[in-house]
């Protein structure tokens, strides 16, 4: 069964940092991509960083304050997070996408306060 195990959310001043760590397990063929989203309503998330096909893709808002590395071999996504701003709280959630279909994890909570 595939989990996705997800940490580092938590409370934060504005301008500080908070790192998420995402870890796959589980028998997962072939993973195409994976990243991190935030949940903007019940049925809808928007991409954060995502690495698909060796390049990572990034909202444009969180160029350049946040970072994903992302290793294949080891199923793990973490997303460095700098310079964090009021408009990036919510809930994130982990992603991974294989040939098959899609995985998502249960979310973390960020909140920055101000």
């Known amino acids: 069964q595939v989990q996705l195990v997800e940490s580092g959310g938590g409370s934060v001043e504005a301008g500080g940092s908070l790192r998420l760590s995402c870890v796959a397990t589980g028998n997962i063929w072939r993973v195409e991509a994976m990243g991190w989203y935030r949940q903007v309503t019940e049925s809808r998330r928007e991409l954060v960083a995502e690495?698909?096909?060796?390049?990572?893709n990034y909202e444009d808002s969180v160029k350049g304050r946040f970072t994903l590395s992302e290793n294949d071999a080891k199923r793990t996504a973490t997303l460095q997070m700098n310079m964090l701003k009021a408009e990036d709280r919510g809930v994130y959630c982990c992603?991974?996408?294989?040939?098959?279909?899609?995985?998502w994890g249960q979310g973390t909570q960020v909140t920055v306060y101000s």
């Open positions: 690495s698909r096909g060796g390049n990572i």
């Open positions: 992603r991974v996408r294989s040939t098959v279909r899609e995985y």
